[in-house]
């Protein structure tokens, strides 16, 4: 019976405390992964444009990013550097040539959002004669993931890189934001 005493003690002591505080405390976050500084880029350059027209922000996806990465190297290796066909794939795309110079994920990111100027917002439209599809498709709304990747074609003197965004955007009827 001696042995009793402390072991209810105990578990008292145990009720008690769990009682005083509340459940355990919750397992911390799980850090950030970290990114590239041309992931970084990518995605703070699209965070930003999003957050200019009050869309939430897209998070980084190494899946996204794998598959873009595939994808400007085959453009690169074997098409000579021209435009992929992202048409018939699961994720929305973008996508930038440039010749004869070098393009930084930001530069690649403001070239799309530039198409801006063209878009109202109001009905949904595009200017005559101009394309805003990769604008919307950088704030779509319903977008919450993004990978990107830019390859240099040297012997083409270009570059092309290519972003995937999942779910796709461009909805015809949809606003984007």
């Known amino acids: 019976m001696d042995h009793a ?14 009682q005083a505080h509340g459940a355990a405390p919750e397992p911390e976050p799980e850090p950030a992964p970290v990114l590239s500084s041309a992931a970084r880029e990518f995605l ?5 444009a999003r957050e200019a027209v009050g869309v939430a922000s897209i998070t980084w996806s190494k899946k996204l990013a794998n598959a873009t990465s595939r994808l400007v190297r085959y453009q690169r290796n074997q098409m000579g550097c021209k435009f ?27 070239t799309w959002v530039k198409e801006k100027d063209y878009y109202n917002h109001t009905d949904n439209t595009c200017l005559p004669n101009h394309r ?22 040297v012997k083409e003197q270009a570059s092309l890189t290519i972003c995937f965004y999942n779910p796709p955007g461009n909805i ?5 934001y």
């Open 5 to 18: 005493l402390p072991v209810l003690m105990a578990a008292a002591l145990a009720i008690f405390n769990f």
């Open 44 to 48: 703070d350059a699209h965070n930003q």
């Open 84 to 110: 992929a066909n992202l048409t018939s794939g699961q994720y929305g795309g973008n996508q930038l040539w440039a010749s004869g110079l070098t393009v930084t994920p930001r530069m690649a990111v403001d």
């Open 132 to 153: 805003c599809g990769v604008y919307t498709q950088v704030v779509w709304r319903k977008s919450l993931e993004l990978g990107c990747s830019l390859a240099t074609c």
């Open 172 to 176: 015809i009827g949809e606003s984007p």
